[in-house]
């Protein structure tokens, strides 16, 4: 089926260009993730949603499209916590397996997916790896107190499909900001949310606000959902779509630099360990995120 008419709204460019509501983007992401529609048109479309920038209200139809299309992660009864991992380490060692860990060591689960978007990083799921948490093949039940990591591709293919058009096209689409937002459980989840500019805290949080979501929303790591080890960033809590902001950012100078290790998976899985056991601190902004996470997870037990 052609999304031709869809295109003529979002395709006349940035100051042209026509919105859709909520059912038209449910529809179009729905055709995309599908398949039904050609290569053409996929392009076009990535395209002219990268020049016009997506509208909460679209981006909650876009969720809306994959919900339907998820195969989910049975969480019944069980207090969850969702780290959407797209981007790994560049510069800095990537301690979203870290995070994940001490979450689980609070006695929560923890559901990790992902999907390499960026070959050239070192992943989570590459650390994760070496710390014996290993891809899973199938959907499993989300369980207390562990840790999985649920390639995209088991959730929805259509959707790793829409990741793996960057490798064509060169820019980042819509996928990539629905990675970040998506529940993707049959119960409700805290999802950890990140952004790499002011501007996507906005955005996300109405979103989030539209979709009635349970979120912690904060500046990650290089795109991850981790706080920087070393400095607090801002926090945002969403609890059924109401937004409080719960950790300011840290002001002034460094007193410290934490040490941290290299950007590789053996190294920082290594490291990762030597803070399990006690042998190196938990760096001071990832111990609050811990905190705050636990915090949601168990007033979002409850109803609005």
């Given at each position: 089926?052609?999304?031709?008419?869809?295109?003529?709204?979002?395709?006349?460019?940035?100051?042209?260009?026509?919105?859709?509501?909520?059912?038209?983007?449910?529809?179009?992401?729905?055709?995309?993730?599908?398949?039904?529609?050609?290569?053409?048109?996929?392009g076009?479309?990535?395209?002219?949603?990268?020049?016009?920038?997506e509208?909460?209200?679209?981006?909650?139809?876009?969720?809306?499209?994959?919900?339907?299309?998820?195969?989910k992660?049975?969480?019944?009864?069980?207090?969850?916590?969702?780290?959407?991992?797209?981007?790994?380490?560049?510069?800095?060692?990537?301690?979203?397996p870290l995070?994940?860990?001490?979450?689980?060591?609070?006695?929560?689960?923890?559901?990790?997916h992902?999907?390499?978007?960026?070959?050239?990083?070192?992943?989570?799921?590459?650390?994760?790896?070496?710390?014996?948490?290993?891809?899973?093949?199938?959907?499993?039940?989300a369980?207390?107190?562990?840790?999985?990591?649920?390639?995209?591709?088991?959730?929805?293919?259509?959707?790793?499909?829409?990741?793996?058009?960057?490798?064509?096209?060169?820019l980042r689409?819509?996928?990539?900001?629905?990675?970040?937002?998506?529940?993707?459980?049959?119960h409700?989840?805290?999802?950890v949310?990140?952004?790499?500019?002011?501007?996507?805290?906005?955005?996300?949080?109405?979103?989030?606000?539209?979709?009635?979501?349970?979120?912690?929303?904060?500046?990650?790591?290089?795109?991850?959902?981790?706080a920087?080890?070393?400095?607090?960033?801002?926090?945002?809590?969403?609890?059924?779509?109401?937004?409080?902001?719960?950790?300011?950012?840290?002001?002034?100078?460094?007193?410290?630099?934490?040490?941290?290790?290299?950007?590789?998976?053996?190294?920082?899985?290594?490291?990762?360990q030597?803070?399990?056991?006690?042998?190196?601190?938990?760096?001071?902004?990832?111990?609050?995120?811990?905190?705050?996470?636990?915090?949601?997870?168990?007033?979002?037990?409850?109803?609005?």
């Amino acid at each position: 089926m052609s999304i031709s008419h869809y295109i003529k709204d979002i395709g006349r460019g940035k100051e042209g260009a026509r919105s859709l509501n909520r059912a038209q983007a449910a529809d179009l992401m729905g055709l995309v993730l599908d398949g039904a529609v050609s290569d053409l048109e996929l392009g076009a479309f990535v395209l002219a949603m990268r020049i016009k920038g997506e509208t909460p209200l679209e981006m909650a139809g876009f969720l809306d499209a994959l919900d339907t299309r998820l195969h989910k992660i049975p969480n019944a009864n069980v207090s969850t916590v969702v780290l959407p991992s797209y981007n790994g380490a560049r510069k800095l060692p990537v301690l979203t397996p870290l995070l994940a860990l001490l979450l689980a060591r609070e006695g929560l689960a923890v559901v990790v997916h992902g999907h390499s978007t960026e070959p050239s990083r070192v992943s989570a799921q590459k650390v994760l790896q070496v710390l014996a948490v290993h891809s899973q093949t199938a959907i499993k039940n989300a369980e207390p107190g562990t840790v999985q990591f649920v390639p995209t591709t088991l959730l929805c293919p259509g959707l790793a499909r829409l990741l793996d058009v960057r490798q064509v096209v060169g820019l980042r689409n819509s996928a990539h900001s629905l990675v970040k937002l998506m529940n993707p459980c049959t119960h409700p989840a805290v999802v950890v949310g990140s952004y790499t500019h002011p501007e996507y805290a906005v955005s996300m949080a109405a979103t989030q606000e539209l979709t009635l979501a349970n979120a912690l929303l904060l500046r990650g790591t290089e795109g991850e959902p981790v706080a920087d080890a070393r400095r607090t960033p801002a926090m945002t809590a969403i609890r059924h779509g109401h937004a409080a902001q719960v950790q300011e950012a840290q002001a002034g100078a460094l007193a410290a630099l934490p040490s941290l290790p290299a950007p590789d998976a053996t190294a920082t899985a290594q490291w990762i360990q030597a803070v399990l056991a006690g042998q190196v601190p938990v760096p001071q902004p990832i111990a609050q995120q811990v905190a705050r996470i636990v915090q949601l997870c168990h007033t979002t037990r409850t109803t609005p």
